[in-house]
T-cell receptor
Framework: DQQVKQNSPSLSVQEGRISILNCDYT??????FLWYKKYPAEGPTFLIS?????DKNEDGRFTVFLNKSAKHLSLHIVPSQPGDSAVYFC????????????FGKGTSLLVTP | DVKVTQSSRYLVKRTGEKVFLECVQD?????MFWYRQDPGLGLRLIYF???????EKGDIPEGYSVSREKKERFSLILESASTNQTSMYLC?????????????FGPGTRLTVT
């Protein structure tokens, strides 16, 4: 059963505008969340993370928001650039499980000039 | 910089062949992972290893085995390749989870089984 869900398979945004990628989770034991970015024919690269003790984490153009009560997180990219076009994976971990990351199916972002 | 390397970027094998996928990391990470990525299915965990000679099944271990004889190397073995194992295979490594949750990925191996 998918514990991390990215319900939008794709998203198209104009350059300079905001991109918002969403992620929902079902396991209340998850306490650490990560976003990865993946270009075709490359491995995923870590983008940004957030612990459940926070509700926001920012790194340059990237901000992740966490709403624990709704079991929802989102990644905001402002401003979006054509180089941001990639597949974005949301991942979650429960500290007690120790080892596993549970990944969503990914959202393909296309930023058009 | 953490570096995770995989032995091949592209591989074509025939049904029934034994296939070895090799992964090496250079950061003395304790944990290593093998995933496969398929369109519409995201990343699915096949096996992981939390230390040398230790291994644990992930979500989809059927048809696969692994070997970790040295800390830096984690091998994925397809005992008898089948066409449904055509996929992108991704290796990752990580420090002990008490120190970091972030996993570092290799470039992937695109395996085609004909």
């Amino acid at each position: 059963d998918q514990q991390v869900k990215q319900n939008s398979p794709s998203l198209s945004v104009q350059e300079g505008r905001i991109s918002i990628l969403n992620c929902d989770y079902t396991n209340s034991m998850f306490d650490y969340f990560l976003w990865y970015k993946k270009y075709p024919a490359e491995g995923p690269t870590f983008l940004i993370s957030i612990s459940s003790i926070k509700d926001k984490n920012e790194d340059g153009r990237f901000t992740v928001f966490l709403n624990k009560s709704a079991k929802h997180l989102s990644l905001h990219i402002v401003p979006s650039q054509p180089g941001d076009s990639a597949v974005y994976f949301c991942a979650a971990s429960a500290s007690r499980s120790g080892y596993a990351l549970n990944f969503g199916k990914g959202t393909s972002l296309l930023v058009t000039p | 910089d953490v570096k995770v390397t995989q032995s091949s970027r592209y591989l074509v094998k025939r049904t029934g062949e034994k296939v070895f996928l090799e992964c090496v990391q250079d950061m003395d990470h304790e944990n290593m992972f093998w995933y496969r990525q398929d369109p519409g299915l995201g990343l699915r965990l096949i096996y992981f290893s939390y230390d040398v000679k230790m291994k644990e099944k992930g979500d989809i271990p059927e048809g696969y085995s692994v070997s970790r004889e040295k800390k830096e190397r984690f091998s994925l073995i397809l005992e008898s390749a089948s066409t449904n194992q055509t996929s992108m295979y991704l290796c990752a490594s990580r420090l002990d989870p008490g120190q970091s949750y972030e996993q570092y990925f290799g470039p992937g191996t695109r395996l085609t089984v004909t």
